[in-house]
Structures are given as structure tokens and as C-alpha cells.
């Protein structure tokens, strides 16, 4: 269900501040039903909060991602989550293993950190919005 990214978004959107990658990916993430984050050969990357808490990157396109494989995700691969098993599963265990969520980080700046819970408060407001 990806759409296609055209050249100049790309560039446009990795320009955008944290917070306003976060508003782009959440209208993509409801608009389009699936997540993208990474894996490399030993399972789904994760990233490190300066708190030193894990916090698992995720992006609206394969492309976006794929800017990222680069220093420690060199190697790695976009990988695509549908946005139900996300919701379902993937949530609860990020909340279970007291990880976070880092929104849409891009090849020079770190995401925004979410905890699950305000991820999944955000993303069913964009949710309500489109229905």
C-alpha cells in the first residue's frame, strides 16, 4: 500500500523539524496503514535514548528509512509493519519491555521519543480523524 515517494518530498520532508516529521508521519501512518523500521542479521534495529533507553526507530516509507542505513544500521533493511499488528503487538511490547519509540529520525537528527502510550493516543486521534 506504499505510495510513491517522489524526489522532492523526500528531500522536503527530512528537512522538516523532529516535531513536525512526527505530525507528517503520523497522517502517513493512519493514511496508509503500515510503519517502517529496520532490520539487520540479527533481527529489528534498535536505537538509544541519551537516557540510555531503547527506543525502536520508525518511519512512514521504506525510503525514509532506508536514508538511515547508514554508521551502526549500515547493512540494515526497511521492513514493513502493518499497522494492525503494530497496534496489536508490537505496542503492548514495547510498552512491556520499557522501550520507546523514535518517530521518523532522519540521516542527521534524531526522532522524537514517544512512550507507547502517547504513540498510540496520537496515532488514534489521526485515526479519528480520517474515518
Given at each position: ?27 502517513k501512518f493512519a ?50 509493519i502493518q499497522l ?48
Open positions: 500500500m506504499t505510495w510513491k515517494l517522489k524526489p522532492q518530498e523526500l528531500e522536503s520532508v527530512l528537512k522538516l523539524s523532529a516535531k513536525d516529521r512526527v505530525a507528517y508521519a503520523m497522517k493514511d496508509q496503514e503500515e510503519i517502517w523500521s529496520l532490520k539487520d542479521q540479527n533481527g529489528w534495529v534498535l536505537t538509544r535514548t541519551p537516557q540510555g533507553v531503547d527506543a525502536v526507530p520508525i518511519w512512514p516509507h521504506a525510503q525514509y528509512a532506508a536514508e538511515c542505513t547508514r554508521g551502526v544500521w549500515a547493512g540494515a533493511t526497511p521492513e514493513v494492525d499488528e503494530w497496534i496489536e503487538d508490537w505496542l503492548p511490547g514495547i510498552k512491556n519491555d520499557s522501550r520507546l519509540i523514535a518517530v521518523f529520525p532522519s540521516p542527521d537528527a534524531n526522532g522524537a521519543v514517544l512512550a507507547s502510550d502517547e504513540f498510540a493516543r496520537d496515532l488514534q486521534e489521526e485515526l479519528d480523524r480520517i474515518e
